[in-house]
């Protein structure tokens, strides 16, 4: 059971003088939004040897959600979800002609059905969404040892997807306006592919790479809006087709592992906010095509067995590659980003400290397609925690923000409005205290 007060978001307008980043951050502009969510979800497995080296693997389950929200004092939204599962999948390990082997392969079903009421101040539902969704996919995973260094993996997903969605609209509903949205009823089959290369030199350096396609179907929740003119019931599924190769260093202590990748993606699920300048809703869309670029580097350095000092480093380039924004920036997407850090066993698990230093690079505010609006600012924070295990006690004490930077990392830019933007600003410094028992 969770119960949750929606944060308001932050108005900057130079031209009109306005800004509420400066002059009333923790401030809101919507103070009666909330959104309340309740849960249940029971699942249940086995698995059973079929023979040495083979086991059957099946589970299931239901999980029910059930939402109610409140948006700008004035729209009321209710809703429930449930979704059936069923995952038997088959874990085979042993030699195949001679060669290492270990393969998994399985099927999945999901039954997933969603019915929301909307309505104005809580009023009779001026629009009544049913939406149900099946999907059915089998799929194979193999990795296979052509040398006792040198694995090869493959694998391959089937997906068939049907939906039925309907609205019934009630014209004589408080605040009622237009009309039903049109039935609809689709059906599509995707596929997944993947194969990959991992090859060890020596004990030290080892290579690999890796080509793949890959899908994301729309859930019912994301083909639902907060009225008739955001909802999308044929929300199309994202594809995508990426490479990637790096390289794997241990030396000693050190760990290194650092990669390049591409990705070109067709039909990007994003939402898309309201304009702060115009309508106070947004949707789910299909972008044009995009691509992402860039590489990731991590790296651990064990000085002793009390203390190791990790890392990170990210370059991401994401733009678009087709249609009117060409070769601009997708929003919200830094270059650069990353983090250091160290944990400290100073007394071995009963007192041990964390450290993690985080950056990134300014980026584009949502809604800036055309990348004409200011920039979300770069910014860095510090984490600390200090905490310990004494049996099956645990406790940590962490202080998150140590340097109290007042930042935000998400803002709708306006679409028309030049600098007009809305911000939702995050905590400054916070503390955070747990405790508990393990039984």
Known sequence: DQKLGLPGARLVDPGAGINELATDRRGTSTPLDYANKQGV?????????????ADLIVDGGVRNKKQQGLSFGFDYLAA????WSFTPRLDIRGNMFGLRSRILTGIDYYDASYNSPRSALGGTPIHIYDLSQRSFAAYWQQTIGLTPNTDLSYGARWQHTSIHARDTFDPLALFAWGSALNPYDGREDNHALHIGIDHRFNNTIAVFARAAHSFRTPNVDERVGNSPSQTNFALRTQTSSDVEGGIRITAGA?????????????NEIHFSPYDPSTFPFGSNIN???????????SATL?????????????????QFREGPFTGNDVPLVSRFSGSVGFSWNIWQNYLVLDADARFWSR?????????????????????LKI???????FWSFSVLNVFNA???????ASSTIPGRFNAYPLPGRTYMLKAGFKL
Do not use: C, H
């Not at 009390?306 to 370059?315: D, K």
């Open 254 to 266: 050190l760990t290194v592992q650092s990669s390049i990748y591409y990705m070109a993606l067709t």
């Open 363 to 383: 980026r584009r505010m949502d809604n800036d397609q055309p990348n004409w609006q200011p920039t979300i600012p770069s910014q860095a924070t510090l984490d």
């Open 80 to 83: 429930e979800l449930q979704t």
């Open 302 to 318: 064990r000085i002793n067995e009390a203390f190791r000092l990790r890392g990170g480093f990210a370059y991401t380039r994401a």
């Open 387 to 393: 905490g310990g295990e004494v049996e099956n006690f």
């Open 287 to 297: 972008l044009d095509p995009t691509e992402r670029y860039g590489s990731e580097t």
């Open 41 to 53: 979800n029971v699942t249940a497995g086995f698995t059973y040897k079929l023979w040495e080296g």
């Open 406 to 412: 007042l930042y935000y990392d998400y803002a709708i």
